[in-house]
Each structure stands twice: as C-alpha cells, then as structure tokens.
C-alpha cells in the first residue's frame, strides 16, 4: 500500500511541467552576459593567435565572472537555455544587455 502512494506521488511530481524553470533575474543576467561578451572582445584584441590558448583565457574569464556574480555555471547556463527557448525573452535579454554594455562604455569614456 505504501508503495503505490509513493508512485503516486512520484508520477504526479514527476509529469508535473512549470510554465517557465528558474532562471536568473533579467537584469542581472544581462549583467553577466554584457561582461562576458565584453572579455571575449577583450581576448580577440589580444591578438592571440593560437585558439586553445583564447579558449583558456575566456573560461577562465567566465568562471571569474559567474563567481563576481555570485551564479554557479549550471545554474547560468540553465537560465540562458530557458531566456532561449522564449524567443520574445531573449529578445528582451539581449536589449538589456545592449543597455549594459552601453553603460559601462559610457562609464568606461567617462574615467
């Protein structure tokens, strides 16, 4: 008896769908995305010639970054896989991140 409860409980949480996963909040993921585009276009005016050496620095990069954040990479990538599978969200995404590298550029000219 016991056992179909808990078969029950676990196909009725197990088939249970959200609308929308956790994610990360808009804003601050346009954080996160805004300084990690901002390195990779810090490493390609590096001028590194050798690939394996650019993909080391911008890992290395990104951990720093998600770290600064306070956002574990799972965590991170999970919300970027759920912004892209709505469309209209990651459009919205993305034109917060345009706001944030704009500040930071704006920020950047002003020092």
């Known amino acids: 008896m016991k056992f179909s409860y808990l078969l029950v409980l676990l196909v ?8 929308k996963p956790e ?11 805004a300084d990690i585009h901002l390195d990779e276009a810090n490493i390609g005016s590096m001028g590194i010639s050798n690939m394996d050496s650019s993909l080391v620095m911008y890992h290395f990069l990104e951990r720093k970054t998600l770290k600064r954040h306070g956002v574990d990479s799972l ?3 999970r919300s970027f896989e759920s912004y892209a599978k709505e469309p209209e969200d990651f459009i919205q995404l993305y034109a917060q991140v345009k706001q944030v590298v704009a500040e930071k550029r704006k920020k950047a000219q002003g020092n």
């Not at 009725?12 to 959200?18: A, E, I, N, Q």
């Not at 994610?23 to 995305?33: F, S």
Request: proline share 0%; net charge positive.
């Open 12 to 19: 009725l949480f197990g088939c249970s769908k959200k609308d």
């Open 23 to 33: 994610r990360i909040e808009e804003r601050k993921m346009a954080e996160i995305l």
């Open 75 to 77: 965590t991170f990538v």
